[in-house]
T-cell receptor, first 112, second 117 residues
Framework: QKEVEQDPGPLSVPEGAIVSLNCTYSNSAFQYFMWYRQYSRKGPELLMYTYSSGNKEDGRFTAQVDKSSKYISLFIRDSQPSDSATYLCALNSGAGSYQLTFGKGTKLSVIP | GAVVSQHPSRVICKSGTSVKIECRSLDFQATTMFWYRQFPKQSLMLMATSNEGSKATYEQGVEKDKFLINHASLTLSTLTVTSAHPEDSSFYIC?????????????FGPGTRLTVT
């Protein structure tokens, strides 16, 4: 079992839809959770950073963490064509290690 | 804030030559920078962790003599691909961790596309 599982998609939704992106992980040592957005041929851009179970909201984006289930989600409300990109979850266990463990990324297409 | 630049954005070189890629944190200091490689439709593969003033730590399977990393200042790390071959063609991305933050997020550069002919 890989440390972080993420469905690669592709996922296609109509404009305005609510998008749900998910990752599951096996190592309970992970304590810090990030979501990155990567446009084609560009570097990843940090969207959300969380470290506790529950929800964190930033504009149209909501990150949700359930440590008991080892499950994290990113919700995008009122999706726009400009949201079309690959979304990567990234996890860190803390304890002085700064390396991130990435999911494979989910490719999202928002159709106008 | 938290802007990371990379130069060049794209480079084409002949087999056997060396290529240097620069990674700069523009508005923060970074004692730790990371170098990744990304193949098409795949996730990021960590190559090495670059620490300012000390030797880089390479991931298993990454040749340290082929991928030379220098992190001479708190805002600059360089990756030199020595004696490049076509199989080294890839998208190379750096990231940096903000020294002023106690959190674990990394900020990524825009990437460098290397093509070796």
């Amino acid at each position: 079992q890989k440390e972080v599982e993420q469905d690669p998609g592709p996922l296609s939704v109509p404009e305005g839809a609510i998008v749900s992106l998910n990752c599951t992980y096996s190592n309970s040592a992970f304590q810090y959770f990030m979501w990155y957005r990567q446009y084609s041929r560009k570097g990843p851009e940090l969207l959300m950073y969380t470290y506790s179970s529950g929800n964190k909201e930033d504009g149209r984006f909501t990150a949700q963490v359930d440590k008991s289930s080892k499950y994290i989600s990113l919700f995008i409300r009122d999706s726009q064509p400009s949201d079309s990109a690959t979304y990567l979850c990234a996890l860190n266990s803390g304890a002085g290690s700064y390396q991130l463990t990435f999911g494979k990324g989910t490719k999202l297409s928002v159709i106008p | 804030g938290a802007v990371v630049s990379q130069h060049p954005s794209r480079v084409i070189c002949k087999s056997g030559t060396s290529v240097k890629i620069e990674c700069r944190s523009l508005d923060f200091q970074a004692t730790t920078m990371f170098w990744y490689r990304q193949f098409p439709k795949q996730s990021l593969m960590l190559m090495a962790t670059s620490n300012e003033g000390s030797k880089a730590t390479y991931e298993q399977g990454v040749e340290k003599d082929k991928f030379l990393i220098n992190h001479a200042s708190l805002t600059l790390s360089t990756l030199t691909v020595t004696s490049a071959h076509p199989e080294d063609s890839s998208f190379y991305i750096c990231s940096a961790r903000d020294l002023g933050r106690s959190s674990y997020e990394q900020y990524f550069g825009p990437g460098t596309r290397l093509t070796v002919t």
